[in-house]
């Protein structure tokens, strides 16, 4: 049913419809309608869940932490500085295979304050062992959430899932949403029978001690079973599109790359606003396209590869930095080419939207019009005189 909804309220509809059994979270701007709407649902009845109240992230997420050791499907939510406050226990969530689904609503990290959107704060933690996926609008937001059960309670997989979604552009945005009906996600969704868990009738120990002569064995096993999530996604999503009738790849998208000569590639929201601008530039004669990557973690490398080779060049669009190195995504964008002989010949790096500055499409037509002109990471839309004023 198509429903008028803000981003925020349609995922705490979705994860509703998911039911899971225990809830935990802090609120933390732009996350806490997600949230306060949950634990509504909760005092309502309408969720059969349990809505653990808590002081911090830390704690939230040490209490889904303890519910899914248990046997429970479990969510959480957070944001920036509350992501980095949790940021201890969700190595440890990886670490011992956790099927957690949480939502980041994407935020600038601190200092100074900022409570708009980049994408600082997840990928920062890119390396915690969760998978992370980017929604580009609240009806992706909605679909990513089902599809993130699925992939992290699968028995060949079993690992927490990130879905993020860009602060208050997709949190607080109202969209037309298509939401589903509860047996619809019954049928995408079964209920979650745990392969392991905490049980007085049959003890185990979860998260030991393990000196030198085990641990690099554990680490090893997250890393192949990040590459079978690159095989688990596309599988996942083509089960979704027959049961809901929405298609997605799961991994990357491209948007008018089949003749493109110059690509943009980019994470979340700022895709749609890259695709309104290429469709302008298209009508000028501009041969120009953009690769969405939907999944961040773990990191699509072939698929971006076949379907970047025979671009000549490509522009990475990064809503986060690595401060005094490359950005994040372009850095990993060149790692994919690096030896081939098919690939761009150019790959210009651009830092866009910090701390929620607007991304409009004249942003992205200048970016367009220093695509290989740049090697280095480009502020697009930097104010100099700011810049001379305040931090000189």
Not at 100 to 116: E, F, G, K, Q, Y
Not at 120 to 128: E, F, G, M, P, T
Not at 134 to 146: F, G
């Amino acid at each position: 049913m198509k429903e008028f909804q803000e981003g925020s309220l349609a995922v705490a509809e979705i994860v509703r419809m998911c039911k899971p059994g225990v809830v935990s979270a802090y609120p933390i701007t732009p996350q806490t309608h997600i949230v306060e709407e949950l634990a509504q649902m909760v005092a309502n009845g309408d969720l059969k869940a349990q809505c653990i109240n808590v002081e911090s992230e830390h704690s939230a997420a040490s209490a889904v932490f303890g519910a899914s050791a248990a046997g429970v499907r479990s969510y959480t939510a957070t944001s920036s500085q509350g992501l980095f406050y949790m940021a201890e226990v969700l190595f440890n969530i990886a670490g011992v295979r956790l099927p957690i689904v949480m939502t980041c609503a994407n935020r600038a990290i601190s200092a100074p304050i900022n409570i708009w959107n980049d994408q600082q704060d997840a990928v920062s933690l890119r390396d915690c062992g969760w998978v992370q996926v980017y929604a580009e609008d609240v009806q992706e937001a909605v679909d990513l959430h089902m599809i993130a059960y699925r992939l992290a309670e699968d028995k060949n997989i079993m690992l927490p899932v990130m879905v993020n979604m860009d602060g208050f552009v997709l949190t607080h945005g109202i969209e037309t949403v298509d939401m589903p009906s509860q047996e619809q996600v019954d049928k995408y969704l079964p209920s979650y029978t745990p392969l392991y868990k905490l049980d007085i009738k049959n003890p185990m120990t979860i998260g030991p001690l393990v000196d030198p002569d085990y641990y690099m064995e554990t680490r090893y096993a997250i890393q192949e079973t990040h590459k079978s999530v690159l095989g688990m996604l596309p599988k996942l999503t083509e089960e979704f599109s027959k049961v809901f009738g929405r298609t997605y790849n799961g991994l990357v998208e491209g948007y008018r790359l089949d003749d493109a000569e110059k690509a943009f590639v980019a994470m979340g929201s700022v895709c749609g606003t890259t695709k309104e601008a290429i469709d302008s530039m298209r009508k000028k004669g501009k041969k120009v396209g953009l690769l969405k990557i939907s999944c961040y973690r773990p990191f699509p490398h072939q698929a971006i590869y076949e379907a970047l080779k025979n671009v000549k060049k490509v522009a990475v669009l990064d809503r986060a930095l690595s401060l005094g190195s490359y950005a994040p995504l372009a850095s990993e964008i060149k790692s994919v080419f690096f030896g081939k002989k098919k690939g761009p010949q150019t790959i210009s790096s651009f830092i866009v939207g910090l701390g929620g500055r607007d991304i409009t499409v004249h942003s992205i037509e200048e970016a367009y019009k220093l695509i290989g002109k740049k090697e280095t990471c480009e502020f697009i839309d930097l104010k100099p005189e700011l810049l001379k004023e305040n931090y000189a």
